[in-house]
């Protein structure tokens, strides 16, 4: 059994910096892609960032430049530095990996931690 256990989500004024944290933990072989998902209400989950098991990154348009992804492989930890937090950031944020269990390839999703961008 894998699961994701995610933290450091909560409430923040615009401009305000938050981090994000992944931990994975079970029958793990090997991590392969692990990522940030985010989904406000009314709106459809979305990718945020992901990061391969050799360190490249994707971000999505809208966090360019003020979210950073990054994982650690040893503790099967995946993070997101978000900074310049604006109010549009706000939603339930979703950490997702494909892991290499015995036996086949799977991906798992963590039970989300809200992020709240205020005043």
């Known amino acids: 059994q894998v699961q994701l256990v995610e933290s450091g989500g909560g409430l923040v004024q615009p401009g305000g910096s938050l981090r994000l944290s992944c931990a994975a933990s079970?029958?793990?072989?090997?991590?392969?892609?692990m990522g940030w998902y985010r989904q406000a209400p009314g709106k459809q989950r979305e990718l945020v960032a992901s990061?391969?098991?050799?360190?490249?990154?994707n971000y999505a348009d809208s966090v360019k430049g003020r979210f950073t992804i990054s994982r650690d492989n040893a503790k099967n930890t995946v993070y997101l530095q978000m900074n310049s937090l604006k109010s549009e950031d706000t939603a339930v944020y979703y950490c997702?990996?494909?892991?290499?269990?015995?036996?086949?390839?799977?991906?798992?999703w963590g039970q989300g931690t809200q992020v709240t961008v205020s005043s």
């Open positions: 997702n990996a494909v892991i290499l269990v015995p036996v086949t390839k799977l991906e798992f």
């Open positions: 079970g029958s793990i072989l090997s991590i392969n892609v």
């Open positions: 990061i391969t098991s050799g360190g490249r990154s």
